[in-house]
T-cell receptor, first 115, second 111 residues
């Protein structure tokens, strides 16, 4: 299993540009998450999904969109990039059996800079 | 009050020392608890789950105190390789099981 993969690893955007951060997991996990982590700070939840076709907002969803058309893929879309979106983005997945005691598996992250 | 709070540190300790971190959570309905480790510029990885009765994994011991709403992580015989940021994660019961992360505690183990 490759686990959770993210592309690209690094990206520099200009203000107002758009891009999609890709996330794929091959563990047949139900739950998937997008987080951002600013320097010296914890992870903040952007969006999450409990299964294909179902997505919901997290703590900081403004400026982002997601879709979950398959179990494996959970892309994150930035429509109009702003400097405040400069961050490291982590995708994670979790099996999601009843009960909360399932660990999250994280991708390696995408480092995004908006200039 | 933040949902999950941790002392950011850094905790500077010599090799061989014992160090302990606490993490407090605000919601008494919290159900599941974890410690994750994050190395610099890397993704978080599960260190250990925290069970009500407490649990140990080698040099690491995790404990839960529901009455005072905190979890702890004890590291014995610290190694240089233990230098990292330790993230506390709490999941509320019911609903969608959304994990809430603390901002992490930085540990630096020096020779």
């Amino acid at each position: 299993n490759a686990g959770v993969t993210q592309t690209p690893k690094f990206r520099i955007l200009k203000i107002g540009q758009s891009m999609t951060l890709q996330c794929t997991q091959d563990m047949n996990h139900n739950y998937m998450y997008w987080y951002r982590q600013d320097p010296g700070m914890g992870l903040k939840l952007i969006y999450y999904s409990v299964g294909a076709g179902i997505t919901d907002k997290g703590e900081v969803p403004n400026g982002y969109n997601v879709s979950r058309s398959t179990t494996e893929d959970f892309p994150l879309r930035l429509e109009l990039a702003a400097p405040s979106q400069t961050s490291v983005y982590f995708c994670a997945s979790r099996l999601g059996l009843a009960g909360g005691d399932n660990e999250q598996f994280f991708g390696p992250g995408t480092r995004l800079t908006v200039l | 009050r933040k949902e999950v709070e941790q002392d950011p540190g850094p905790f500077n300790v010599p090799e061989g020392a014992t160090v302990a971190f606490n993490c407090t959570y605000s919601n008494s309905a919290s159900q599941s608890f974890f410690w994750y480790r994050q190395d610099c510029r890397k993704e978080p990885k599960l260190l250990m789950s925290v069970y009500s009765s407490g649990n140990e994994d080698g040099r690491f011991t995790a404990q839960l105190n529901r009455a005072s709403q905190y979890i702890s992580l004890l590291i014995r015989d610290s190694k240089l390789s233990d230098s990292a940021t330790y993230l506390c994660v709490v999941i509320l019961s019911g609903g969608s099981y959304i994990p809430t992360f603390g901002r992490g505690t930085s540990l630096i183990v020096h020779p």
